[in-house]
Structures are given as structure tokens and as C-alpha cells.
């Protein structure tokens, strides 16, 4: 297993959405039509439920193309095994009201959704995902990486937004803990650990 990690691109963009339409959803079979558009999104639950696979798939595109959606592909040589969204916390439209306590006054980065191949999970691929982001925000002059990890029992399916102990490794401190999710953040103008 050779991992590459790439930045998601316009030449990247059907890639991507080719590695989304053909995961399997049978768990959760509500992902299969998002398209990692969900937090990019400020529509009522209501009118996301009623959103289609074709609309969701589409205005990515767009969004890819215009470089407002970011985020990393995992490549286990030529085929693509991962799917990390990361992007500026201004991006995420459905986070914003509850971010600006946090992020007021600083450009701050987000990872939100982390989306591994079953036949690659447990393996590492999602912190080298975060690895990439944060050493790229790093690199651009953000001042600070926000995330939100959901820890509880049975919250595996949730766990798409990554674990608290994959934060923690990566230098991220806990801000708050809101029931079971952790505000999780990254100071981007301290030196590097690594």
C-alpha cells in the first residue's frame, strides 16, 4: 500500500464524485446523495431531505470547479481509497452561527467529513488526510484548524468526522465538549510538532 494524498482539484472533481457514487451506502443510506454538500448548505433538514443524488452531485461540480469546495483524495496508487473535507470555516454555511465563537477575527480552517473505503479503514488513511490539511492551512498563514468529533457509544456512524484521539495525536486541543461533541482546535502559529 503506497498512499498518496492529492488536494482536491477541477481535474480532480470527477475522481472524486466517481469515488462517492461508487462507495457502498447500505448503512447509511442517507450519505449516499450528499456529496459532501450537507455543511456547505444553509437549506432546513426538510428541504436537504428533499435534495436528489443529480443535485448534490452537480453543484459539487460547480463548486469544485470554482475552488470553493477543498478538501484531500487519498490514492492507493491509481485508485482512490479516501475523501477528507477540509476548506475555510467561512465555507461551511451550516456551521457558521456556532463557529463564530470560536473563529471571530482569525482565519481558521475546518475538516468536517472524513470518507475512507471500507477495504481501507483502520489503516491510517484519515490522519494522513488531517496531516496533509493541517500542514497545508499551516502553510498558507491560518491561524488555526477547527474540528468536531462526535464520541459516544454507538456513535460509529457519526464518526465520520473523525475521532477524538486522531485530533489529539495531531496536536488539536479540546475547547468544549457540547453532549457528545468535542470542539477540537489546532493552533496553526505554534511550531509544528513534527
Not at 497545508?136 to 456512524?157: F, H, N, T
Request: glycine residues 6%.
Amino acid at each position: 500500500m503506497q498512499i498518496s494524498i492529492q488536494p482536491l482539484s477541477p481535474a480532480l472533481a470527477q475522481t472524486y464524485c466517481d469515488f462517492l457514487t461508487h462507495l457502498d451506502f447500505a448503512n447509511t443510506p442517507h450519505w449516499a446523495s450528499c456529496f459532501c454538500r450537507f455543511y456547505h448548505t444553509e437549506c432546513s433538514m426538510e428541504e436537504w431531505m428533499a435534495r436528489s443524488l443529480d443535485v448534490n452531485r452537480v453543484e459539487a461540480l460547480r463548486e469544485i470547479e470554482a475552488g470553493r469546495m477543498r478538501g484531500y483524495l487519498a490514492f492507493d496508487g491509481e485508485p482512490c481509497v479516501g475523501w477528507c473535507n477540509a476548506n475555510d470555516i467561512s465555507q461551511y454555511l451550516r456551521l457558521h452561527e456556532d463557529a463564530q465563537k470560536y473563529c471571530a477575527g482569525k482565519r481558521v480552517a475546518c475538516t468536517i467529513c472524513f470518507v475512507i473505503h471500507p477495504a481501507y479503514r483502520g489503516k491510517g488513511i484519515a490522519r494522513q488526510l488531517l496531516a496533509r490539511a493541517v500542514s497545508d492551512y499551516r502553510a498558507a498563514g491560518y491561524d488555526a484548524m477547527i474540528a468536531l468529533p462526535v464520541e459516544a457509544e454507538g456513535a460509529g456512524q457519526r464518526r465520520y468526522r473523525g475521532t477524538l484521539h486522531m485530533f489529539q495525536e495531531a496536536g488539536y486541543r479540546e475547547l468544549e465538549v457540547i453532549d457528545h461533541l468535542h470542539v477540537m482546535w489546532c493552533n496553526l502559529q505554534e511550531e509544528d510538532p513534527s
